[in-house]
């Protein structure tokens, strides 16, 4: 196998085989490291490439230098944040399907639309409160939880409405 992973890189025209490619026959070579930051200072990676521990490390340090966290905390909000969308998304296609459901010639139609529409809403929104948060006309929590609260809150009353029929 390990030859035959050498042989593809070669062919994709890698020059060297990586350093671990080796490990097996050598007792000394260090196995490849399981996490890419390690070992390089943080300064060299976005927010959006380190964890939340060294991103909360880094607002730390900021706020040692008198420097701005605003953009860490969006960008900290927004780790938390982004894994839920599609819940939230979800939360308001279920009773707008079931709303254009009753439609016989619409539906079909709906079916593929309305997952599109609300996903172009979603990012439109989401953009927005970015851009309210970057200017400090939003907390960076409600910057980059709008969206997804936006959709949760309207999807759910429109679910309780629905059921209440």
């Known amino acids: 196998m390990p030859n035959l992973f050498l042989y593809a890189l070669l062919v994709l025209g890698l020059s060297s085989a990586p350093a ?10 260090d196995p490849p490291s399981t996490h890419f930051l390690e070992g390089q200072p943080l300064n060299n990676f976005s927010p959006r490439e380190i964890n939340s521990q060294q991103l909360k490390d880094r607002m730390q340090d900021f706020t040692e230098q008198g420097l701005s966290i605003t953009h860490l905390q ?14 939230c998304v979800t939360l308001l296609a279920v009773p707008m399907g079931l709303w254009v459901g009753r439609w016989r010639r619409f539906s079909r139609w709906g079916a593929l639309l309305i997952p599109i529409a609300l996903t172009v809403l979603w990012y439109v929104l989401y953009t927005q409160f970015a851009r309210w948060g970057a200017s400090d006309a939003l907390s960076p ?18 679910l309780l409405r629905w059921m209440g029929r």
Not at 20 to 29: L, V
Not at 141 to 158: E, I, P, S, T
């Open 141 to 158: 929590f409600w910057a980059a939880w709008g969206a997804n609260l936006c959709f949760g809150l309207v999807g759910c009353l429109l």
């Open 20 to 29: 671990w490619s080796n490990q097996a026959a050598s007792s000394e070579a």
């Open 74 to 87: 969006m960008e900290m909000y927004t780790k938390q944040a982004i894994p839920l969308t599609p819940l």
